[in-house]
């Protein structure tokens, strides 16, 4: 377990990513433009510092080409008049090329037909971009005429980019609503964050049938390049009913993080698909008992899962549970199962949910490897009254998991008596700010010692002391709450919340 301490180590591999200055610099010079052409011309001329405003008004189907180079401090921006008040429709996308360019304020909506598989794409042509951001950006319902269209809303390309504070609601063809695209095996440094992604509706073909797959809200890498490592960030953000498939996140790629994001009502889940080293820590699931939904689905190596919050599971559904270890298939190739090894699972709180802990999930003639070298530590799992099943039910008994101060109750446990697992109420309350947490009596208060599977912090940004701990994502504190759910005002356009 050398490794999978040295991991727990590296939670604070992406605090660097903000040191990127994407803060805008006095402007050098700012040009007004009212054409697709005359953006063109303006970017020839663009330095360092210089400012694009776009003029309000609808743009239909303009193509728009942003392609230079800023400098460190000194973006080249490319704006809107107004935010909120450029609107750019019909066949309309945007490509970024080059390094240190921001794009802001603008809006997507009453799409038609795309010719590209990209609306906004970080790259002209192979030019990629880097250092670069979009931001304030508004998507509505930016569909093609047909659902069978497979077109992507945001494309990433290149490395050290961000998308921030941007709204994305309403896509229904295939295609992922945002993918961080992996052609080489580098590092790309992504940043994604302070977004809402909305209303993605299941999938349909234009007959009225269910498509399975292709309708990711988020989608990190790809098959081909999934053993290599991306480190990208995905926090702060606010995933709402998104329902498209299964995989809401799909993470196809390494070293990613999962932070500080609420996932509020969507009848799908956040799915380690490929790839390894991925860290999903401090985020709330709330399903509110929606069909189909889920939480944290896993499959590979070195994962870590931490002080996160999942509550409201129902169903019997074996592949949408709070946290689904699924099985692997030997040799596998890379867009199959490959098995679960040596994952951290610690200090989560999993409350009034039917589907808690799923062990074996897809276990076959064809997927036999069941998962090996995994830790349950410091969990608190509290079921819902009227729960039918196990707390954790194990579909593959030849699983290798160890457990050690876990608190589970409320429903029969699903395995023999393990010494890492104590059945007792954990007598969590509901809150002032409508979290299960625990009463002044509860017996996970100060029950852990501190041990290899220790985290720094809780669920809330607040510090673990380094005597005696609590069992679970919270940590009982006096000190101030730095990370909590998400609400819509949090997230999202700045003007678009300033005028509601």
């Not at 890379?334 to 090894?341: A, G, S």
Request: hydrophobic share 35%.
């Amino acid at each position: 377990m050398k490794k999978l301490r040295k991991s727990l180590l590296s939670l604070c591999i992406v605090t660097a990513f903000y040191a990127i200055p994407f803060g805008a610099s006095a402007e050098e010079s700012v040009v007004k433009v009212s054409s697709v052409d005359e953006i063109s011309a303006a970017m020839i001329k663009a330095q360092p510092g210089d400012t694009i405003v776009m003029r309000n008004g609808v743009w239909k189907d303009a193509a728009i080409v942003m392609e230079g180079a800023g400098k460190q401090n000194k973006p080249i921006t490319l704006r809107a008049e107004t935010p909120g008040q450029v609107v750019l429709s019909g066949a309309s996308t945007l490509n970024i090329g080059g390094s240190y360019l921001v794009v802001d304020g603008l809006v997507f909506k009453d799409g038609g037909d795309i010719d590209d598989s990209g609306v906004i794409e970080f790259r002209v042509g192979d030019h990629e971009a880097t250092h670069s951001r979009l931001t304030n950006v508004q998507m509505l319902d930016y569909n093609p005429l047909s659902n069978e269209k497979n077109t992507k809303w945001v494309g990433l390309y290149g490395s050290y980019n961000r998308v921030d504070h941007s709204y994305f609601k309403g896509k229904k063809n295939i295609g992922a609503t945002m993918v961080v695209w992996r052609e080489q095996a580098g590092e790309q440094h992504h940043v994604i964050d302070h977004n809402h992604f909305a209303g993605r509706p299941i999938l349909h073909d234009d007959s009225g049938q269910v498509i399975s797959n292709e309708a990711e809200t988020l989608r990190i890498g790809t098959s081909t390049y999934s053993l290599s490592d991306s480190y990208t960030t995905v926090e702060n953000n606010l995933f709402e009913n998104n329902d498209g498939e299964i995989e809401m996140i799909s993470v196809k790629s390494g070293k990613n993080v999962i932070r500080g994001n609420t996932f509020l009502n969507n009848a799908a889940t956040v799915t380690l698909r490929h790839g390894n080293g991925t860290h999903i820590e401090n985020n709330f699931f709330f399903a509110n008992g929606k069909a189909n939904a889920g939480a944290i689905r896993v499959i590979g190596e070195d994962h870590v899962i931490a002080n996160n919050y999942i509550s409201g599971i129902v169903g019997s559904n074996t592949t949408r549970g709070a946290i689904v270890l699924t099985n692997g298939i030997p040799n596998s190739d890379l867009n199959k199962y490959f098995q679960v090894k040596n994952v951290l699972i610690t200090h989560n709180t999993l409350v009034n949910n039917d589907n808690n802990i799923i062990v074996g999930d897809k276990k076959s003639g064809t997927n036999t490897l069941a998962p090996v070298d995994t830790i349950i530590a410091n969990n608190v799992v509290q079921a819902s009254g009227n729960a039918k099943l196990p707390l954790i039910k194990v579909i593959d008994d030849s699983a290798a998991l160890t457990y050690e101060g876990n608190f589970m109750y409320g429903a029969e446990l699903g395995i023999g008596p393990v010494a890492g697992i104590t059945q007792q109420n954990p007598q969590l309350a509901l809150a002032e700010d409508g979290l299960y947490r625990a009463g002044e009596e509860s017996p996970i208060i100060n029950a852990l010692k501190n041990g290899a599977y220790s985290v720094k912090e809780d669920m809330d940004g607040q510090p673990r002391p380094q005597g005696n701990r609590d069992a679970g994502a919270d940590e009982v504190s006096k000190t101030p709450i730095r990370n909590k759910p998400l609400q819509p005002s949090d997230v999202g356009p700045e003007w678009l919340n300033a005028s509601e």
